[in-house]
């Protein structure tokens, strides 16, 4: 479990909390009573914590990676669209980066806002024509079963669109371990 400052803090700080297991209770122990944003991907181990006062806020680089994955190992033409859209989204937040939480909200909200709902639609749409079980449909759904979280950001200037950052400053321990 990871706890860091908000993503645009002048402080930053990463707290890496190991344990042997990657029960959920670990989770609900380390963050105790504490109610607040959590950004993180789709882990079953946060879900209790959801159900006691912490809003979720989803990774959109899980989301795209799902369709990143389908891309690279089987190229499709409806994966790559979905890219485009996330490379999108992506170039709007370096734009917003460097600017203040209410400077980030607007250009989010003019800027991102249009992209994610003509993605939200388009994957609505593209949904509807696979199969349940391919792996576009897992890939697709990965995303719209998760959607109010993976776009919490547009609303909120102070949350990443990810937790990329998080993910690098703890990648040594984690490889530490399993290897």
């Known amino acids: 479990m990871e706890l ?4 645009f803090e002048p402080i930053k700080a990463v707290v890496y909390d190991f344990t042997k297991s990657r029960s ?3 989770a ?17 181990g946060y879900k209790a914590l959801l159900t006691k006062g912490v809003l979720e806020c989803g990774c959109l680089a899980h989301a795209r990676r799902k369709l990143f994955d389908l891309h690279a190992h089987n190229p ?17 937040e370096r734009e917003g980066h ?14 991102a806002k249009p992209i994610a709902d003509a993605l939200h639609a388009w994957m609505a749409a593209h949904r509807a024509k696979v199969p349940d079980e391919s792996a576009i449909a897992k890939a697709l759904d ?13 609303e909120d200037g102070t949350l ?11 990648r040594p321990a984690a490889l530490g371990r399993a290897n």
């Open 4 to 7: 860091r400052l908000g993503a």
């Open 160 to 170: 990443p669109p990810d937790n990329n950052h998080v993910e690098n400053q703890i």
């Open 24 to 26: 959920g209770k670990h």
């Open 76 to 92: 499709s033409q409806l994966a790559e669209q979905a890219l485009k859209y996330f490379a999108q989204l992506y170039a709007i």
């Open 28 to 44: 609900q122990a380390f963050l105790g009573a504490w109610r607040g944003k959590l950004v993180c991907d789709d882990y079953a």
């Open 142 to 154: 990965y995303s719209l079963t998760r959607w109010i979280a993976l776009t919490r950001c547009l």
């Open 98 to 111: 460097e600017l203040d939480a209410h400077a980030r909200c607007e250009i989010r909200q003019a800027q």
